[in-house]
């Protein structure tokens, strides 16, 4: 447990008095992800259905993904890259662009978490194994 202090003025009494709340720490973790512009940017600008958009240019934007990579994990990880790139210039007036490897890393990450799998499998499926 978290124990967050926050001012509060009463009314009643006509003085500041200091409240403290008890929040678990995965609640104060939330609290200062919510606080942190950058995640919150993300988080309202780059879900899963805007980001799932922008993969499925990446993919039509490949024309031969069985001789453009060696791997299904190159795969995956060059079609991430160019979405999540594709993303950020499409919405530059949105963020600092000091902080552009900022947003790429955690773009490139959550990005990572929703969709290698799928586009793993993708890869697997269009360019089968010869073994």
Known sequence: M?????????FERGYL???????????????LEDLD????WIKR???YDIMNEYIDKAL????????????DVDFAKAIIVHAVT????????FYNPENYGQYLSILYDRCKEMFFDS???DY????PSEE
């Open 2 to 10: 978290v124990g967050l202090m926050m001012n509060h003025f009463s």
């Open 17 to 31: 008095s200091y409240m403290k709340y008890i929040i678990s720490e995965s609640q104060y973790r939330v609290l």
């Open 37 to 40: 512009s950058s995640t919150l």
């Open 45 to 47: 600008r780059a879900n």
């Open 60 to 71: 039509d934007a490949q024309s031969n993904p069985c001789d453009d990579f060696d791997t």
């Open 86 to 93: 594709f993303f950020l210039k499409v919405n530059d007036e």
């Open 119 to 121: 586009l793993w499998e």
């Open 124 to 127: 697997r499926f269009i360019c």
